[in-house]
């Protein structure tokens, strides 16, 4: 799948701002349209129902990412949900902007319902599932049959899972997720991370047989797009194929 180039914004927006829904005619949302067109393209036989994204570290954009993505999709017909698996460092709940309560975590130890958890947003298209309440037991709960269970559960009503998940590097988490997810999206923060550290997630990600569908360019610089037409996604080809 090509690489697609995002873009770097200037100002940094909450969560509940989700960039392709208040600019619908922007280069950004045009480089994010690119990017579904060859998500779509790549998924014509519809084999990957379960996304999930991560990076080599935290903060490269990830929950932003695929908050902009389940918009679009949602607005394509699909019936999509976003799911909060970085249980770390839960994102998810922001862009709804509501409490992290009645969670995974709380559906998985019986406390919730998934029909209870399930949070709908008419404005935004999709639908969203948040972590609950922090647990320090998050490799069980990642590893439980129940997990399983709940997203095998969620395939049957939605178009599109969409995961979000903890970064590569420094814990396993992400490794965990990828056995309930079909394929990854690697987001790369240019110019936040090193190369070698890209390389050492890579590598990661390679060693545990995980199939990256593709890569996602984040926080791209603009000004010095070597493709020097001043917008955010570029073409080239992912490191790694299925
Ligand atoms: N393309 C971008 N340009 C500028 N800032 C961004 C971009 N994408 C994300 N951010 C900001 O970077 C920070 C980290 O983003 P986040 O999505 O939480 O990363 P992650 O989920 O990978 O930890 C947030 O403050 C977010 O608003
Ligand atoms: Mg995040």
Same mark, same amino acid.
């Given at each position: 799948?090509?690489k697609?180039?995002?873009?770097?914004?200037?100002?940094i927006?909450?969560?509940?701002?989700?960039?392709?829904?208040?600019?619908?005619?922007?280069?950004?949302? %045009? @480089?994010?349209?690119? +990017?579904?067109? &060859?998500?779509? =393209?790549?998924?014509?036989?519809?084999?990957? *129902? $379960?996304?999930? #994204?991560?990076?080599?570290?935290?903060? %490269? @954009?990830?929950?932003? +990412?695929?908050? &902009?993505?389940? =918009?679009?999709?949602?607005?394509?017909?699909? *019936? $999509?949900?976003? #799911?909060?698996?970085?249980?770390?460092?839960?994102?998810?709940?922001?862009?709804?902007?509501?409490?992290?309560?009645?969670?995974?975590?709380?559906?998985?130890?019986?406390?919730?319902?998934l029909?209870?958890?399930?949070?709908?947003?008419?404005?935004?298209g999709?639908?969203v599932?948040?972590?609950?309440?922090?647990?320090?037991?998050?490799?069980?709960?990642?590893?439980?049959?129940?997990?399983?269970?709940?997203?095998?559960?969620?395939?049957?009503?939605?178009?599109?899972?969409?995961?979000?998940?903890?970064?590569?590097?420094?814990?396993?988490?992400?490794?965990?997720?990828?056995?309930?997810?079909?394929?990854?999206?690697f987001?790369?923060?240019?110019?936040?991370?090193?190369?070698?550290?890209?390389?050492?997630?890579?590598?990661?990600?390679?060693?545990?047989?995980?199939?990256?569908l593709?890569?996602?360019m984040?926080?791209?610089?603009?000004?010095?797009?070597?493709?020097?037409?001043?917008?955010?996604?570029?073409?080239?080809?992912?490191?790694?194929?299925?």
């Amino acid at each position: 799948m090509p690489k697609n180039k995002l873009f770097n914004l200037k100002k940094i927006p909450p969560y509940n701002y989700i960039w392709v829904k208040e600019n619908p005619i922007s280069y950004i949302t %045009e @480089g994010f349209q690119k +990017f579904l067109a &060859n998500l779509e =393209y790549v998924n014509v036989d519809q084999k990957y *129902k $379960v996304l999930q #994204v991560t990076s080599s570290l935290t903060g %490269e @954009g990830k929950s932003t +990412f695929f908050s &902009n993505v389940a =918009y679009l999709l949602s607005q394509k017909g699909h *019936k $999509v949900i976003l #799911v909060d698996l970085d249980l770390r460092k839960p994102k998810i709940h922001r862009i709804y902007d509501i409490e992290n309560k009645n969670g995974i975590t709380d559906i998985l130890t019986e406390r919730s319902t998934l029909e209870n958890s399930i949070k709908k947003n008419k404005k935004l298209g999709f639908d969203v599932l948040n972590s609950g309440e922090k647990t320090n037991a998050v490799v069980n709960l990642l590893e439980s049959k129940k997990m399983k269970n709940l997203i095998e559960k969620l395939k049957t009503i939605y178009d599109y899972v969409l995961i979000d998940s903890p970064p590569v590097i420094n814990v396993s988490d992400a490794l965990y997720i990828s056995k309930l997810s079909d394929a990854i999206i690697f987001v790369i923060a240019q110019k936040q991370v090193k190369k070698a550290v890209i390389k050492e997630a890579v590598s990661l990600l390679k060693l545990n047989n995980i199939n990256v569908l593709g890569v996602a360019m984040n926080k791209v610089d603009l000004k010095n797009n070597r493709y020097g037409y001043g917008y955010g996604y570029g073409y080239g080809y992912e490191y790694q194929s299925e």
